[in-house]
Each structure stands twice: as C-alpha cells, then as structure tokens.
T-cell receptor, first 111, second 115 residues
Framework: GEDVEQSLFLSVREGDSSVINCTYT??????LYWYKQEPGAGLQLLTY?????DMKQDQRLTVLLNKKDKHLSLRIADTQTGDSAIYFC???????????FGKGTSLLVTP | EPEVTQTPSHQVTQMGQEVILRCVPI?????FYWYRQILGQKVEFLVS????????KSEIFDDQFSVERPDGSNFTLKIRSTKLEDSAMYFC?????????????FGEGSRLTVL
C-alpha cells in the first residue's frame, strides 16, 4: 500500500522554529493534513492544505507543499512547550473517505 | 463543543475472546471510521461507514472484524476472536458531509491489550 513517511523525533528549544517533514505517495490527494495528538488525547486537526496551493500560513503555522516531490512540511514559529505533542501528516485517499496517516513525529520542546 | 466519545478507554482481554469497542460520534455527522495504531506504528485505516453500510475497508479489516450502528447513536467495532496482534489503540472518528476539507474528528481512543 501507499505509505506516508515522517521523521519520528524532533527536539527544539523553546522560542526556536520547528520544521516537521513528510513525504506522501498519492499524487491525486486533494487535501493534505497535519493532525496533533497530545498525551492521552485523540488526534485533532491542526491545519490542512488544498493540493492546488503551495503554501498556507495560519498564525504560527506555515505549511509548505511541493507537489512535484510529494513533500509536505509544517513549520511552527516561536515553538512553545505546549507544542510538545505527536504530529501526524495525512493525505486524503483516492476514495475520498479514508485518510492515510504517517507514523507521527514526536516533537519535544525544551525550555 | 461536540466531541467523539469512546468506551472503554482501556480493555484487557484473553486471546480468543470477543471484544466490542464503542463510539458515540458527533450527532450530525454522516461518516464514521475506525482506525488503529499499534505501538510505534502508523495510524492505520480499518473501515469507513456511511448510510448504514461499509463504504470502504482495508486489508486489516478481515472477517474477524465487524461494525454496527445499532441505534443511530452508537458506532461499534467488534473483534470476534482476538489475537495478540490485535493489541493496539483503536480510534473512532466521524466527519460531516462528503466534500469540504474532509476533516476527521477523533475520539480519545480505546486501548486494547490482548494477553
């Protein structure tokens, strides 16, 4: 099957920028997503980007999409300790029903 | 704020036993999903359900698995005869209308441990 790949761990200092990268395989995906999972909680949509966009900015979050390389990134500016969580990249599958998720990137923000 | 709720939060069972995981999706949502995450692995799609029938299922969702929406409120996942490899966190999710951004709303998960 198709795999969404992400790096597993990232550690940054508070106040620095974090960049989480993802590669996806389904070039026909219409939407790509970043979900956040805090300890003991379910996944929650953080942001998304439509496939005809290259970039989307939402406050401290910037999503970059390179369709040619099937590469998606999430940049968090001025990272805070409360941003420590697992971040999942996902693509909307062909059927329009299911999301294909990566393994998640565990972000640790240190003071 | 509407949310997806799941019970139990944790279930321990013996291999071969039947397990039912329960979910209450957001009330006006139309699409319902089960995903699972084995420790350290990716979040895997199991099944989607719409209009009282399965709309899509993965290879994982074999004859041991079934889903039901018995009363218009609950959405259940049944595993008939659990195996050790069924140990995972099971997430229920729901979604409103087809189209739009496709955002999924997830529950907090049910951790299944098969001994």
């Amino acid at each position: 099957g198709e795999d969404v790949e992400q790096s597993l761990f990232l550690s940054v200092r508070e106040g620095d920028s974090s960049v989480i990268n993802c590669t996806y395989t389904d070039s026909s995906s219409t939407y790509l997503y970043w979900y956040k999972q805090e300890p003991g909680a379910g996944l929650q949509l953080l942001t998304y980007i439509f496939s005809n966009m290259d970039m989307k900015q939402d406050q401290r979050l910037t999503v970059l999409l390179n369709k040619k390389d099937k590469h998606l990134s999430l940049r968090i500016a001025d990272t805070q300790t409360g941003d420590s969580a697992i971040y999942f990249c996902a693509e909307l599958g062909n059927s329009g029903y299911a999301h294909n998720f990566g393994k998640g990137t565990s972000l640790l923000v240190t003071p | 704020e509407p949310e997806v709720t799941q019970t139990p939060s944790h279930q321990v069972t013996q291999m071969g036993q039947e397990v039912i995981l329960r979910c209450v999706p957001i009330s006006n949502h139309l699409y319902f999903y089960w995903y699972r995450q084995i420790l350290g692995q990716k979040v895997e799609f199991l099944v989607s359900f719409y209009n009282n029938e399965i709309s899509e299922k993965s290879e994982i969702f074999d004859d041991q698995f079934s889903v039901e929406r018995p009363d218009g409120s609950n959405f259940t996942l049944k595993i008939r005869s659990t195996k050790l490899e069924d140990s995972a966190m099971y997430f229920c999710a729901s979604r409103g209308a087809r189209g739009g951004t496709g955002e999924l709303f997830f529950g907090e998960g049910s951790r299944l441990t098969v001994l």
